[in-house]
Structures are given as structure tokens and as C-alpha cells.
């Protein structure tokens, strides 16, 4: 049922009373199709939500409950400003589908319970003799058991019935219950019987409820919606019977430390009245559980936090805000902590407890050239050194001439003052005391200066930039790169460095150093080199074999000698070289069809003038991954386009360009034939040509394509209206200046 949706929940409701049915014949029917009285029970109260009844007895949500309400005004629709308003503490208990305190029928017979009209015993004779009796208790408050009078049990305990009824089944089984006889009984409680119980007051659904014997001061709460949140008081729920107040309920009590003392069982004819509530009070802000709470004579304000949980971590507990309400408008009170357990809350008090500041009142801070920066406790009389030696002591790259400090002044102004470090560590110049937020920052020499690098190019296996490190040679730069890649030569390798305050020897107009030195493939510099260091920002190139590079290859398919890949030897190879090295020409080779593929593109070839001169233009130069294909002579020709049958035909060379269109049935409607055309074999497109209307159609080759276009659908061109609206005028203009003539002619 928690699928269904509220539409389909809403047609049921009414197909069902268009049938006739009422909502307890529903309920009926539905524990026939197996569904359990916690789905009837959800499902009541979604339909208690969706259609709110008024002047007629309505179901509630509980099993076998029937309440029999008056006709009430429906509340108010809930607006914006209520809608904000926070929830009242114990509204949720009896709104939750997961918390029905729907009494357990399955437990054994409670021994106190008392037996009354309709209940059913269950009486078990076993041992020598066996038999059961199942008989109910009738209105006057007796049972029937056969060859027995009436045996009188209404008022009466589980325990003091079975004694009475042990005692008249003597009767029958002679010496029942003795050890003697073999002969034992005992009695239990079968089905339980149904009270009716009326809930008045502020509750959400007032009325008169059908419900278990076994059903407590709990159950019918939540039967009835329980005290209506915006005006029923959750404290004060009273049970009267027989016009006698026998408890009053404190829904506290179980929400706060779990006890149902007071959750006592149910009579037939019990009252539950519930009051107006006394005091509403608001908690805000940092406690455990904000929300409305209501509060009983004598409470103060030290309970109403406990009932919030008490503060949260961040709560500023020093005092508390309060809001009161006063005969013409709010007044705003702080109370300090040590009043909160003398304090007690009016009505429409709201209480906001503040949040700690995000601040400390001791923190000071060092970061930088230390072994452990970080944030420290500030001590009553702390100084820079002791900060210093809190922190571990001063790192080896630490800079000593200048460190700073970061102060915030009474106006909370920054503030930085230096401090000569080495100075105060050799005790030079006097300790400085350190406030509260005060940072410390030592820089290193690293912080002070530009980042240092060197830099490799050219033919070394990972080129790049490298931290520079001093004493760094040419060999450890060239490790650092993974060595040489196997175009690398040892010679005409290069240093760039740049000019900072030497430039003896250097032209006016040069300002970067070139260096020029050799090393072997070993990493191993001549004496004179050895000695050659680098220096930040240098950059080294090794420069690679002019006549070193990668392979590159072609390859040949089809019909020739050895078809496959072959490596190109030198840059003026070309596609008769290709052939002659493929060992010619198979007699299956068809010329004409002869494909060459360049970087995925098909290049259309005249082959056989190629063989026949290879000084032509047509005989290429090899690229890399260039692929001629020379295939068998071809027998079909393909027609495709807007002709009635594309097919593919045999080839006829007495056939002519019209003759395969008549094969194909002739042209569609939408032919272009004009610009019809054919494609040979070798990638090449003869066009139909014409002259003074008469078309010339290319000759058919073996393996051609012959295309038919269609002709291209034309769209008017309406002109945008600015256009259109130009045009109008122009119109308008010639015609007046037209009719103005004949006027003129006429006269």
C-alpha cells in the first residue's frame, strides 16, 4: 500500500462508495485479501489525510477501531508563516507508521488482565483425560461449559477465573489438578474482546474508538492522532473511569527516560480528556534538540534544557537570550548561567542559545624554516624564542637576516615587524614578547630567490626541465634526461647560458653564452670538459645524426610479383621504382583500375603512362604509408543514382553509356542528365559534356561506376520581410509614376 500513490488512493476511496460499500466493509475485505491490519491501519490514515470527513463516523487508524465524531470545523489551512513556526516536542509520537503502539494479541494472558463480556477462555483438560472448552463470556458476565450451570467470571483476574472454574470442572473430572487423579487443567484467554474508549478535548480526531481490550492510554492516542500540537497539552492527558480521575499521563516521561508507568490498560467506558496546553516555550540555537516545549508549574528553565538535550558542543553557555512577550510588544532579557536552575519560563518565551566565537583566546602561530610549524598555546609570558623551541628549532635553510611578524593591533589593524633572527638567537638584541593571534614567519633561502632549473633538448630520450642542483655537471643532466635517444651524436652539443656580469669576449649585441663541447656515448667528457659545470638556467642541445631517421615504408598489393611492404631507400623514390622492385607487372594486372592511397585518400593514376615514361608528372614521389594497388582486369560496371533499377551489369564494349542506363530501365523523373557522369576504375570521373544541347556521354571502361544525380530541390526565396517590404514599395512607386503619366497624357 505505501506504493500506491495519492490519486489512486483517492479513486479507490470513491469507486468503493460509489459501490455502496462503507469504509468498514472495506476494512473487512481487505484482511480477506491478506493485507495486515498495519497496511489497513497506514492506509486509514492517508485517507484520513487526503479526504478529511466531517457529520459521519470515519475509520481511524487502527485495527477493528471505529470512532463515531461528531460534525467539527475543519482547521485552518496551514499557511506560510505556521509552516515555519518549529515543531512541537511529542507531535511526532503519534504521526510516526513505524511507532503504532498497536497492543501484541500474541503474548501470553497477562494475569492481572480482567475478564469482562465477549472474551473468550480457553479451557485445556489433558493427562488421563483430555478435552477443551472454548467458551465465550456472555453479556451477564457468565460462561457455558456442558453438563455445568453458568459459572460467573466478568471482574474477575485470569487467575481467580481458572480457580473458579478449576473448582466446578470437579465435578466432571474427579480430583482435576491433584497428582493423584492424572488429571490436569488450566484456562487461558482465547480472542479478547472490544471496549470502546471517548477521547475529548484537544486531540486531533475527538470522538468514540472500538478498540482492543488489551489496548493502552498509548493506543488510543494514536487512534486519535493524538493531542492536537497546536493547542492540546502532552502533559496532561487524563483517564477517567467511572466519573473518577484514576492517572494522568505525562507523554514526557516517555519520550525522556522511556517509562510508561502511567501507560496504563484500558476499560470499557474509559475517558481520555485532554487539556489545553499550560506553557509553550521556544528553544533556539545551540542545544541539542531545538523545538517548542511545554512546561508544568514549578519547572524552570534548567528542565526545559534538559529536555533539549542540554547544550551542544558549540553552545556559548556564559548566558541565555530570551524574548518575551509583554502586553504591547517584546522585551529581550539575558540570563546568566547561574540563574538558568532558578529561572522559570512564561508562555511564548523564546530562548536562543548563542554559538562560541570562532577565535582563540591564546593562539599563536609559526610557519616557514622550522622543524614543526603550526599553531601553539600562547603561555602569560611567551616570547619568540620559546616559540621557536616549541616548534623544534630552526631548519638549516632558514634565512637569519629578516624574519617577520604578523600582529594584529588593538583596532585589529595588521601589523608586521621584522626581526633580525640571528641577532636575537645570539642573544644580540632582547627577546620579544608574543600576543594573541600573533604569526611568526621564517623564510627560507629557497622562498628568497627565483627557482633554479636547467633545461635539455634534442636527441636524449626525455627532454625537459630539471631542478638545477649545484656542482650539477653535463653526464648528471643527461641522466637525469634517461641518456641519449639512438639519433644522438657526441659532437656539436651546445650550452646556452645566460649573461649576467661577465661579457668579456661577447659582442655588444649578443647576451646569451654559447659553449660548444663534445661527450662520448659512455658519458665521458675529455679532461678540458671535465671540469665544465653548469650553472642555473643553462640549457644543453644534443644534436642528432644528419642522416639518421626512422623507416619509412610503402607497400604493393595485387598483381604483381612480390606484393607487400617495402622500405623507401631514398627521398627520390618514386611509383616506378616501387614496381621494379616488386618485380614487375603480373600479365592479370589491369592498368587501367590501378588505385594509389595517400594518407587515407584515393589518387586517381594513369599507370600505363607512367611505365611508358617515367618522366611524367603522374609518377609520384613515396610518401610513408603510400599503397598502390593494382588489380585483375574487372568484368562488371555498377549503376547507381536516380535511374529505375540501379544494378550492377557484366561489361560489354559494344555497349555504350545509354545502352546500361536502358538496362537499368532508363531514367527516374528526378534525373540530373546533364551532369551524369562516370567514375573508372582507377578513381577518375568522366563527365557528359554538351554542346548547343546535345550531349556527348563518357565512354563506359571496364570496372567503372556510372552516377546519375538528381536534380537539387529548389526552395523559393521568399526574402526576409524587410526585403519583401522594399520590393512593395518599388512597386508601389513604378505604378504611381505610371498611372501619374497616363493622367498627364489623358488631360
Known amino acids: 500500500m505505501n506504493n500506491l500513490t495519492d490519486e489512486q488512493v483517492t479513486q479507490f476511496v470513491q469507486q468503493a462508495r460509489i459501490s455502496g460499500m462503507t469504509e468498514t466493509q472495506m476494512e473487512a475485505l481487505a484482511l480477506t485479501r491478506g493485507f495486515t491490519p498495519a497496511d489497513i491501519n497506514r492506509m486509514r490514515q492517508r485517507i484520513s489525510q487526503l479526504q478529511p470527513s466531517s457529520g459521519r463516523p470515519t475509520t481511524t487508524p487502527e485495527t477493528n477501531v471505529v470512532r463515531e465524531q461528531p460534525a467539527t470545523p475543519s482547521p485552518p489551512a496551514t499557511t506560510t508563516a505556521a509552516a515555519s513556526t518549529p515543531a512541537v516536542f511529542g507531535a511526532s509520537l503519534f504521526t510516526s507508521v513505524n511507532l503504532s503502539f498497536e497492543p501484541n494479541l500474541r503474548m501470553p494472558t497477562p494475569r492481572n488482565y480482567i475478564i469482562g463480556p465477549d472474551d473468550e477462555l480457553i479451557i485445556d483438560v489433558y493427562g488421563n483425560a483430555q478435552q477443551t472448552y472454548r467458551p465465550r463470556v456472555s453479556p451477564e458476565g457468565s460462561i457455558r461449559i456442558e453438563n455445568l450451570s453458568p459459572i460467573y467470571v466478568n471482574g474477575l483476574t485470569i487467575e481467580q477465573a481458572e480457580q473458579r472454574v478449576i473448582g466446578r470442572l470437579k465435578t466432571l473430572y474427579q480430583g482435576i489438578n491433584t497428582s493423584a487423579s492424572g488429571v490436569q487443567a488450566q484456562v487461558t484467554l482465547g480472542s479478547v474482546r472490544s471496549i470502546k474508549v471517548t477521547l475529548l478535548g484537544q486531540v486531533v480526531r475527538p470522538g468514540t474508538y472500538t478498540l482492543s481490550s488489551l489496548a493502552t492510554v498509548f493506543n488510543a492516542l494514536y487512534a486519535a492522532g493524538g493531542p492536537a500540537p497546536g493547542r492540546g497539552s502532552f502533559r496532561d492527558i487524563r483517564v477517567y473511569r467511572s466519573n473518577r480521575l484514576v492517572r494522568t499521563l505525562d507523554c514526557y516521561d516517555f519520550l525522556l527516560r522511556a517509562d510508561q508507568k502511567d501507560n496504563i490498560r484500558l476499560l470499557d467506558q474509559d475517558i481520555i480528556f485532554v487539556d489545553h496546553y499550560g506553557t509553550h516555550i521556544e528553544l533556539a540555537g545551540e542545544v541539542k534538540q531545538p523545538g517548542l516545549y511545554e512546561m508544568r508549574r514549578g519547572e524552570t528553565l534548567k528542565s526545559a534544557l534538559a529536555f533539549a538535550g542540554g547544550f551542544s558542543d558549540r553552545a556559548y553557555t556564559a548566558s541565555i537570550n530570551l524574548l518575551r512577550n509583554t502586553p504591547t510588544q517584546q522585551q529581550l532579557t539575558t540570563i546568566p548561567t547561574t540563574d538558568i536552575a532558578q529561572f522559570v519560563p512564561q508562555g511564548g518565551d523564546h530562548y536562543v542559545v548563542g554559538t562560541i566565537l570562532d577565535r582563540v583566546e591564546n593562539k599563536v602561530s609559526v610557519s616557514g624554516a622550522v622543524f614543526r610549524p603550526g599553531d601553539y598555546a600562547l603561555s602569560k609570558e611567551g616570547t619568540l624564542k620559546q616559540l621557536i623551541t616549541r616548534a623544534e628549532g630552526l631548519r638549516e635553510d632558514a634565512f637569519l637576516n629578516r624574519a617577520t611578524i604578523r600582529r594584529l593591533r588593538n583596532n585589529l589593524d595588521p601589523e608586521v615587524i621584522s626581526v633580525d633572527l640571528g641577532k636575537l638567537l645570539r642573544g644580540e638584541i632582547a627577546d620579544i614578547a608574543l600576543y594573541r593571534e600573533d604569526h611568526l614567519h621564517i623564510s627560507t633561502l629557497g622562498e628568497l630567490r627565483q627557482q633554479r632549473s636547467v633545461s635539455v633538448q634534442g636527441a636524449v630520450n626525455k627532454s625537459g626541465t630539471f631542478d638545477f642542483a649545484d656542482s650539477m ?275
Not at 499 to 525: A, C, H, M, Y
Not at 663 to 685: Q, S
Not at 694 to 717: L, M, W
Open 473 to 747: 655537471t653535463v653526464a648528471n643532466l643527461i641522466v637525469l634526461a634517461e641518456g641519449f635517444s639512438d639519433a644522438a651524436i657526441s659532437s656539436r652539443m651546445e650550452i646556452a647560458r645566460r649573461v649576467k656580469t661577465d661579457t668579456s669576449g661577447l659582442p655588444n649585441d649578443q647576451n646569451v653564452r654559447l659553449i660548444v663541447f663534445e661527450i662520448d656515448q659512455n658519458l665521458r667528457l675529455n679532461p678540458a670538459d671535465a671540469k665544465l659545470t653548469l650553472r642555473p638556467f643553462d640549457q644543453v642541445f644534443v644534436r642528432a645524426s644528419p642522416r639518421y631517421e626512422a623507416q619509412k615504408g610503402v607497400s604493393i598489393a595485387g598483381e604483381v610479383v612480390y606484393p607487400g611492404g617495402y622500405a623507401i631507400r631514398t627521398k627520390s623514390d618514386h611509383i616506378t621504382d616501387l614496381i621494379s622492385r616488386a618485380g614487375g607487372l603480373k600479365p592479370e594486372a589491369y592498368l587501367p583500375a590501378a588505385r594509389f592511397t595517400r594518407r587515407g585518400e584515393s589518387i586517381s593514376l594513369d599507370l600505363k603512362k607512367i611505365l611508358d615514361d617515367s618522366a611524367v608528372a603522374g609518377n609520384l614521389l613515396l610518401e610513408d604509408g603510400d599503397v598502390l594497388t593494382l588489380p585483375r582486369r574487372p568484368d562488371i560496371i555498377r549503376i547507381r543514382g536516380e535511374v529505375l533499377n540501379p544494378a550492377t551489369v557484366e561489361f560489354d564494349p559494344a555497349k555504350s553509356f545509354r545502352d546500361y542506363i536502358g538496362e537499368t530501365g532508363g531514367f527516374t523523373n528526378k534525373a540530373l542528365k546533364r551532369k551524369a557522369y562516370a567514375i573508372g576504375a582507377n578513381g577518375k570521373i568522366k563527365p557528359t559534356r554538351s554542346l548547343l544541347g546535345i550531349r556527348s556521354y563518357p565512354t563506359i571502361e571496364r570496372g567503372a561506376d556510372i552516377v546519375v544525380p538528381a536534380v537539387p530541390s529548389k526552395e523559393p526565396d521568399k526574402g526576409s520581410s524587410a526585403e519583401r517590404a522594399a520590393w512593395l514599395t518599388v512597386i508601389a512607386s513604378g505604378v504611381a509614376v505610371i498611372l501619374t503619366a497616363l493622367r498627364l497624357i489623358t488631360n
